[in-house]
C-alpha cells in the first residue's frame, strides 16, 4: 500500500488491496469521478493540468484584462471641477453631486455585483464571466463621450461599477487556482499591481489628456484597447480546473487523471465562511480601510489643486506617486508577506497591521503641509502613504484563498470587495457631509484616520489564520473520502441492476 497520498488514493481511503482499487479505477474510467456515467454525448472529460507556461500566460493576459479594466475606475477625479463647470454645477454641487452621489453610486451597485458574480463563478466559466464583465463596463465608457446631461453621466457610472465590482472576485478565484498557498500572497500582489496600475494609467491620462482634449476623451482611450483583450482572453485561455493546486487534493490529481473536484457552494458552506474568524477579518477591514481610499480617489487630486494651489498636472503627479508607492507596496509586501506567511503564519496579519496604521502619517503630511513649497517632500510623502497602505492588499486576499475552499473563493472575495466598494461608495458621501461642516481639509484627515482602525482588526487574524487553514485542509480530506464512498457505491448498484 502507498504511504500518503500517492498514485492511488481509493486503495488509501478504504484499505482495500490492489485488486480493488484496480477495480475502483476502472469503474471511475467508466462512470467518471463523481460516479455519473457520461453518455455519448455527455459532457466533455476532465480538464488536463495546466502547464507552468499555460499558467503563466493565463496570469499575465488575466491581470492585463483587469489592468485595462481598472483604468475606467477613476478618469473623472482629476477633471472634477471641468465635468461640474461643464454642468453649470457650484462648488457645493461640484463635491455633492460628483465627488459624493457617483462616486458612492459607482461603488455601491458594485457590491451588489460582486456577490453576484462571486456566487455565479463557482457555477459558470469563469472567463466568460470575465468577458461580459468587461462588455458591461467598457461599452458604458465609450457612450460617455454623448454624455450632455448629469443623469446620463450617473447612469453610465453605475453600468460601468457593476462591471468593475463583479471582475474583482474573478480574477483572483481565477488566479486561486493557479497557484498554490505558498505563492498566492506573490500572486495576489501581482494582481492588485496590475488593478493599481491601470487606475493609475488612467488617472494619469486623464489628468494630462482631460484639460486639452476634454474630460470625456480619456473614457474612450481607455475603453477601446480594453475590449480588444478582453476578446483575446476569451480565444486563447481555459477555466483552470478548481481544486487542483491544493495540498489535500494535489496527488489525488495526480494519481487519477480523470478526478473532477466539482463541490459547490451551499448555504451550510455560506455560514461556514461567515463564522470563520479570518474571514470575518479579512473582509470586515474593508470598511474602514476603503474610507481613505474613497477620499484620496475621489477628493484629493481637486483638493490639492484648489485649496493647495497646485496644477492640476502637480497635482495628478502627487496622485500617480501614491500609485507608483502603491505598486511597490503591493509588489513588496505581497513578496514579504509571503515569505514571513511560509515562515510563520501568523505573523502577516501583524506586519500589514501595523503597516497600514503608518500609512496615516505621511496622509497627514500630503494634506496640511506646504506642499507647494516642499513639492518633493509632498512626493515621498505620497510615495509612503501608497507603500505603507497597499501592503494589506495582496495579503488580506492570499489569506481569504488560503482559508476557504475552492467553491467558497468566489464568495469570500466577493464579500470582500463588497465591502470594499462599500467603504468606497459611503466614504465619499461621508466626507462631502463632513466637508460641509468641517471644510474639506478637516474632512479629509478625519477620512484619512480610517487606517487606524483598519490596520487593528487585521491584527487579530494573527490568532486564527493558521488554524483556520488547517481546518480547510481538513474538510477538502473529507471531501475526497465522501466523494471516494459515493462512486463506490454507484458501482455497487450498477453492479446489482446488471444482474438482474
Not at 486623464?206 to 482572453?233: H, N
Request: hydrophobic share 50%.
Amino acid at each position: 500500500m502507498a504511504s500518503g497520498w500517492g498514485p492511488e488514493p481509493f486503495e488509501i481511503l478504504d484499505g482495500g488491496t490492489k485488486e480493488e482499487a484496480a477495480d475502483a479505477r476502472a469503474g471511475e474510467a467508466e462512470f467518471g469521478a463523481s460516479g455519473v456515467k457520461a453518455s455519448a454525448g455527455g459532457p466533455p472529460p476532465p480538464p488536463t493540468a495546466v502547464s507552468r507556461r499555460e499558467a503563466a500566460y493565463m496570469m499575465a493576459i488575466f491581470c492585463l484584462t483587469g489592468c485595462l479594466l481598472f483604468a475606467d475606475q477613476n478618469l473623472m477625479a482629476p477633471n472634477l471641477t471641468a465635468v461640474a463647470r461643464d454642468f453649470g454645477f457650484s462648488p457645493d454641487q461640484r463635491d455633492r453631486l460628483l465627488g459624493g452621489v457617483v462616486a458612492a453610486s459607482f461603488y455601491l451597485v458594485g457590491a451588489p455585483a460582486a456577490l453576484l458574480f462571486g456566487w455565479l463563478c463557482d457555477r459558470v466559466d469563469r472567463r466568460r464571466l470575465l468577458f461580459a464583465a468587461v462588455v458591461l463596463g467598457e461599452a458604458p465608457a465609450l457612450l460617455t463621450l454623448a454624455v450632455r446631461h448629469y443623469w446620463q453621466l450617473l447612469l453610465l457610472r453605475v453600468l460601468t461599477g457593476i462591471s468593475l465590482g463583479g471582475a474583482f472576485p474573478l480574477i483572483f478565484s481565477l488566479v486561486g487556482d493557479l497557484t498554490t498557498t505558498a505563492r498566492r500572497a506573490t500572486a495576489a500582489a501581482v494582481i492588485q499591481v496590475s488593478l493599481g496600475a491601470g487606475l493609475a494609467v488612467g488617472q494619469g491620462i486623464a489628468g494630462f489628456v482631460g484639460p486639452s482634449l476634454g474630460w470625456r476623451a480619456p473614457f474612450a482611450i481607455v475603453a477601446a484597447p480594453t475590449v480588444v483583450l478582453a476578446v483575446l482572453m476569451l480565444c486563447t485561455t481555459r477555466d483552470p480546473p478548481r481544486g487542483r493546486t491544493e495540498e489535500a487534493l494535489a496527488e489525488v490529481f495526480e494519481g487519477n487523471p480523470g478526478f473532477v473536484y466539482d463541490e459547490r457552494m451551499t448555504w451550510s458552506k455560506a455560514g461556514i465562511l461567515l463564522r470563520t474568524p479570518t474571514n470575518i477579518c479579512a473582509i470586515g477591514q474593508g470598511l474602514f480601510g476603503c474610507i481613505p481610499w474613497g477620499m484620496l480617489l475621489t477628493f484629493l487630486n481637486d483638493f490639492l489643486a484648489q485649496e493647495r494651489r497646485l496644477s492640476v498636472q502637480a497635482a495628478t503627479t502627487v496622485l500617480l506617486c501614491i500609485g507608483i508607492g502603491g505598486a511597490l507596496g503591493v509588489l513588496g509586501g505581497g513578496l514579504l508577506g509571503q515569505w514571513i506567511y511560509n515562515r510563520r503564519k501568523a505573523a502577516m496579519p501583524v506586519f500589514i497591521g501595523l503597516s497600514t496604521m503608518l500609512g496615516t502619517l505621511p496622509m497627514w503630511y500630503v494634506l496640511n503641509g506646504d506642499v507647494g513649497r516642499r513639492y518633493t517632500a509632498a512626493l515621498v510623502a505620497a510615495l509612503g502613504v501608497g507603500f505603507a497602505s497597499s501592503t494589506m492588499g495582496p495579503n488580506a486576499r492570499a489569506m481569504l484563498l488560503n482559508v476557504n475552499e475552492p467553491e467558497m473563493r468566489g464568495l469570500a472575495l466577493a464579500l470582500q470587495s463588497m465591502l470594499d466598494d462599500l467603504g468606497k461608495g459611503l466614504g465619499p458621501v461621508f466626507v462631502a457631509a463632513l466637508i460641509s461642516g468641517l471644510g474639506r481639509t478637516a474632512a479629509l484627515n478625519v477620512a484619512a484616520a480610517g487606517w487606524l482602525p483598519c490596520g487593528a482588526l487585521i491584527l487579530l487574524a494573527a490568532f486564527s489564520v493558521e488554524r483556520d487553514e488547517e481546518a480547510v485542509q481538513a474538510r477538502l480530506r473529507q471531501s475526497i473520502v465522501r466523494m471516494a464512498e459515493e462512486v463506490g457505491e454507484r458501482e455497487l448498484l450498477t453492479a446489482a441492476g446488471s444482474q438482474h
